[in-house]
T-cell receptor, first 116, second 113 residues
Framework: AQKVTQAQTEISVVEKEDVTLDCVYE???????LFWYKQPPSGELVFLIR??????QNEISGRYSWNFQKSTSSFNFTITASQVVDSAVYFC?????????????FGTGTRLKVLA | EPEVTQTPSHQVTQMGQEVILRCVPI?????FYWYRQILGQKVEFLVS????????KSEIFDDQFSVERPDGSNFTLKIRSTKLEDSAMYFC???????????FGSGTRLTVV
Protein backbone atom coordinates (compact mmCIF):
# COMPACT_ATOMS: atom_id res chain seq x y z
CA ALA A 1 0.00 0.00 0.00
CA GLN A 2 1.05 3.59 -0.53
CA LYS A 3 2.64 5.18 2.47
CA VAL A 4 4.34 8.42 3.46
CA THR A 5 6.65 8.57 6.44
CA GLN A 6 7.72 11.77 8.13
CA ALA A 7 9.87 10.46 10.93
CA GLN A 8 10.53 13.86 12.51
CA THR A 9 7.58 14.70 14.72
CA GLU A 10 8.87 18.06 15.85
CA ILE A 11 11.95 20.15 15.11
CA SER A 12 13.07 23.31 16.86
CA VAL A 13 15.64 25.63 15.38
CA VAL A 14 16.88 29.10 16.09
CA GLU A 15 16.09 31.77 13.54
CA LYS A 16 18.51 31.88 10.58
CA GLU A 17 19.44 28.24 10.91
CA ASP A 18 18.87 25.92 7.97
CA VAL A 19 16.51 23.01 8.54
CA THR A 20 15.65 19.92 6.51
CA LEU A 21 12.35 18.09 6.79
CA ASP A 22 12.48 14.47 5.72
CA CYS A 23 9.88 12.57 3.70
CA VAL A 24 10.10 8.95 2.62
CA TYR A 25 7.39 7.32 0.55
CA GLU A 26 6.33 3.91 -0.69
CA UNK A 27 4.38 3.31 -3.87
CA UNK A 28 3.87 0.65 -6.52
CA UNK A 29 2.89 3.22 -9.13
CA UNK A 30 5.37 4.19 -11.83
CA UNK A 31 3.72 7.57 -12.27
CA UNK A 32 2.95 9.52 -9.16
CA UNK A 33 3.09 12.98 -7.68
CA LEU A 34 4.63 14.26 -4.49
CA PHE A 35 3.61 17.36 -2.61
CA TRP A 36 4.53 19.51 0.33
CA TYR A 37 1.95 21.53 2.22
CA LYS A 38 2.37 24.00 5.06
CA GLN A 39 -0.26 24.22 7.80
CA PRO A 40 0.13 27.37 9.89
CA PRO A 41 -1.62 27.72 13.27
CA SER A 42 -4.69 29.12 11.49
CA GLY A 43 -5.25 25.63 10.08
CA GLU A 44 -5.43 26.00 6.32
CA LEU A 45 -3.30 23.90 3.99
CA VAL A 46 -0.92 26.01 1.94
CA PHE A 47 0.42 24.38 -1.20
CA LEU A 48 4.21 24.59 -1.54
CA ILE A 49 5.25 22.27 -4.36
CA ARG A 50 4.17 19.45 -6.63
CA UNK A 51 6.69 17.15 -8.25
CA UNK A 52 5.99 14.30 -10.67
CA UNK A 53 7.90 11.05 -10.57
CA UNK A 54 9.62 11.64 -13.90
CA UNK A 55 11.18 14.91 -12.87
CA UNK A 56 14.08 14.31 -10.51
CA GLN A 57 15.53 17.76 -10.78
CA ASN A 58 15.86 19.53 -7.51
CA GLU A 59 13.94 22.75 -7.15
CA ILE A 60 14.65 26.00 -5.40
CA SER A 61 12.13 28.70 -4.63
CA GLY A 62 13.56 31.52 -2.58
CA ARG A 63 14.57 30.09 0.79
CA TYR A 64 12.88 26.77 0.03
CA SER A 65 14.47 23.87 -1.79
CA TRP A 66 13.42 20.30 -2.45
CA ASN A 67 15.59 17.24 -3.02
CA PHE A 68 13.83 14.39 -4.85
CA GLN A 69 15.75 11.11 -4.81
CA LYS A 70 13.85 8.34 -6.54
CA SER A 71 16.54 5.79 -5.68
CA THR A 72 15.86 6.25 -1.97
CA SER A 73 12.15 7.17 -2.32
CA SER A 74 12.72 10.45 -0.56
CA PHE A 75 11.48 13.97 -1.14
CA ASN A 76 13.14 16.19 1.43
CA PHE A 77 12.44 19.86 2.03
CA THR A 78 15.02 22.38 3.18
CA ILE A 79 14.37 25.86 4.51
CA THR A 80 17.43 28.06 4.39
CA ALA A 81 17.86 30.88 6.91
CA SER A 82 14.66 29.99 8.75
CA GLN A 83 12.35 32.68 10.05
CA VAL A 84 9.79 32.73 12.84
CA VAL A 85 7.03 32.88 10.20
CA ASP A 86 8.14 29.46 8.99
CA SER A 87 6.79 27.95 12.22
CA ALA A 88 4.05 25.55 11.15
CA VAL A 89 3.28 21.90 10.57
CA TYR A 90 4.59 20.66 7.23
CA PHE A 91 2.98 17.73 5.46
CA CYS A 92 4.42 15.62 2.68
CA UNK A 93 1.86 13.85 0.48
CA UNK A 94 1.85 11.24 -2.27
CA UNK A 95 -0.82 10.82 -4.94
CA UNK A 96 -2.43 7.45 -5.40
CA UNK A 97 -4.42 6.66 -8.51
CA UNK A 98 -7.37 4.35 -7.90
CA UNK A 99 -10.89 4.04 -9.29
CA UNK A 100 -10.37 6.82 -11.79
CA UNK A 101 -9.28 9.41 -9.28
CA UNK A 102 -6.16 10.70 -7.60
CA UNK A 103 -6.27 10.82 -3.84
CA UNK A 104 -3.53 12.09 -1.60
CA UNK A 105 -1.83 10.04 1.08
CA PHE A 106 -0.46 12.40 3.70
CA GLY A 107 2.35 11.86 6.13
CA THR A 108 1.85 12.56 9.81
CA GLY A 109 3.51 15.95 9.51
CA THR A 110 6.52 17.63 11.06
CA ARG A 111 5.97 20.51 13.44
CA LEU A 112 8.65 23.13 12.90
CA LYS A 113 9.28 25.70 15.60
CA VAL A 114 11.57 28.56 14.72
CA LEU A 115 12.70 30.45 17.77
CA ALA A 116 13.67 34.11 17.67
CA GLU B 1 -6.26 33.81 -7.68
CA PRO B 2 -9.32 31.49 -7.67
CA GLU B 3 -10.16 29.97 -4.32
CA VAL B 4 -12.13 27.10 -2.89
CA THR B 5 -14.51 28.59 -0.33
CA GLN B 6 -15.76 26.68 2.68
CA THR B 7 -18.51 27.71 5.07
CA PRO B 8 -18.83 27.91 7.97
CA SER B 9 -15.26 28.21 9.22
CA HIS B 10 -16.28 26.76 12.57
CA GLN B 11 -19.41 24.80 13.52
CA VAL B 12 -20.42 23.47 16.90
CA THR B 13 -23.15 20.84 17.00
CA GLN B 14 -24.77 18.53 19.49
CA MET B 15 -24.08 14.83 19.24
CA GLY B 16 -26.74 13.12 17.13
CA GLN B 17 -27.52 16.23 15.08
CA GLU B 18 -27.14 16.45 11.33
CA VAL B 19 -24.60 18.86 9.91
CA ILE B 20 -23.97 20.06 6.38
CA LEU B 21 -20.58 21.44 5.48
CA ARG B 22 -20.55 23.62 2.41
CA CYS B 23 -17.93 24.18 -0.24
CA VAL B 24 -17.80 26.25 -3.40
CA PRO B 25 -15.11 24.77 -5.67
CA ILE B 26 -13.32 26.75 -8.34
CA UNK B 27 -15.78 27.26 -11.16
CA UNK B 28 -14.10 25.34 -13.98
CA UNK B 29 -12.97 22.45 -11.80
CA UNK B 30 -14.45 19.01 -12.40
CA UNK B 31 -13.10 16.87 -9.57
CA PHE B 32 -14.09 17.39 -5.97
CA TYR B 33 -12.86 15.95 -2.71
CA TRP B 34 -13.37 15.95 1.02
CA TYR B 35 -10.59 15.29 3.51
CA ARG B 36 -10.62 15.19 7.29
CA GLN B 37 -8.01 16.04 9.90
CA ILE B 38 -8.61 15.08 13.50
CA LEU B 39 -6.84 17.55 15.77
CA GLY B 40 -3.10 16.93 15.83
CA GLN B 41 -3.26 14.10 13.33
CA LYS B 42 -2.69 13.66 9.63
CA VAL B 43 -5.03 14.66 6.84
CA GLU B 44 -7.12 11.72 5.63
CA PHE B 45 -9.04 11.15 2.41
CA LEU B 46 -12.80 10.81 2.74
CA VAL B 47 -14.32 10.88 -0.72
CA SER B 48 -13.84 11.96 -4.32
CA UNK B 49 -16.61 13.06 -6.64
CA UNK B 50 -16.75 13.43 -10.40
CA UNK B 51 -19.53 13.67 -12.96
CA UNK B 52 -22.16 13.79 -10.22
CA UNK B 53 -21.14 10.60 -8.55
CA UNK B 54 -18.70 9.30 -6.00
CA UNK B 55 -15.48 8.02 -7.60
CA UNK B 56 -13.99 6.58 -4.48
CA LYS B 57 -14.59 6.66 -0.75
CA SER B 58 -12.53 5.62 2.22
CA GLU B 59 -13.45 3.35 5.11
CA ILE B 60 -14.17 6.45 7.17
CA PHE B 61 -16.92 7.47 4.76
CA ASP B 62 -19.65 5.21 6.10
CA ASP B 63 -23.43 5.43 5.78
CA GLN B 64 -23.53 8.46 8.04
CA PHE B 65 -21.77 10.52 5.38
CA SER B 66 -23.08 11.73 2.05
CA VAL B 67 -21.99 14.23 -0.56
CA GLU B 68 -23.95 16.22 -3.04
CA ARG B 69 -23.51 18.82 -5.73
CA PRO B 70 -26.99 20.25 -5.56
CA ASP B 71 -26.80 23.19 -7.92
CA GLY B 72 -23.67 23.07 -10.07
CA SER B 73 -21.67 25.35 -7.84
CA ASN B 74 -21.89 24.03 -4.27
CA PHE B 75 -20.42 20.77 -3.04
CA THR B 76 -21.69 19.61 0.33
CA LEU B 77 -20.74 17.02 2.91
CA LYS B 78 -23.54 15.85 5.18
CA ILE B 79 -23.11 13.93 8.39
CA ARG B 80 -26.47 12.51 9.39
CA SER B 81 -26.02 11.82 13.08
CA THR B 82 -22.82 13.29 14.42
CA LYS B 83 -20.64 11.51 16.95
CA LEU B 84 -18.00 12.97 19.23
CA GLU B 85 -15.31 11.37 17.07
CA ASP B 86 -16.50 13.34 14.04
CA SER B 87 -14.91 16.42 15.60
CA ALA B 88 -12.23 17.43 13.13
CA MET B 89 -11.19 19.91 10.49
CA TYR B 90 -12.86 19.11 7.20
CA PHE B 91 -11.17 20.25 4.01
CA CYS B 92 -12.81 20.52 0.62
CA UNK B 93 -10.63 20.45 -2.49
CA UNK B 94 -11.12 20.66 -6.22
CA UNK B 95 -9.04 20.13 -9.34
CA UNK B 96 -9.50 21.04 -12.96
CA UNK B 97 -8.23 17.78 -14.38
CA UNK B 98 -7.39 14.40 -12.97
CA UNK B 99 -3.64 14.90 -12.89
CA UNK B 100 -3.67 18.49 -11.72
CA UNK B 101 -2.92 19.30 -8.14
CA UNK B 102 -5.76 20.16 -5.84
CA UNK B 103 -6.72 23.51 -4.49
CA PHE B 104 -7.78 23.09 -0.88
CA GLY B 105 -10.27 25.29 0.92
CA SER B 106 -9.38 26.81 4.27
CA GLY B 107 -11.39 24.18 6.13
CA THR B 108 -14.38 23.91 8.45
CA ARG B 109 -13.62 23.06 12.05
CA LEU B 110 -16.44 20.84 13.32
CA THR B 111 -16.84 20.43 17.06
CA VAL B 112 -19.35 17.85 18.29
CA VAL B 113 -20.36 18.27 21.93
Amino acid sequence: AQKVTQAQTEISVVEKEDVTLDCVYETRDTTYYLFWYKQPPSGELVFLIRRNSFDEQNEISGRYSWNFQKSTSSFNFTITASQVVDSAVYFCALSEYTSGTYKYIFGTGTRLKVLA
Amino acid sequence: EPEVTQTPSHQVTQMGQEVILRCVPISNHLYFYWYRQILGQKVEFLVSFYNNEISEKSEIFDDQFSVERPDGSNFTLKIRSTKLEDSAMYFCASSEALVNGYTFGSGTRLTVV
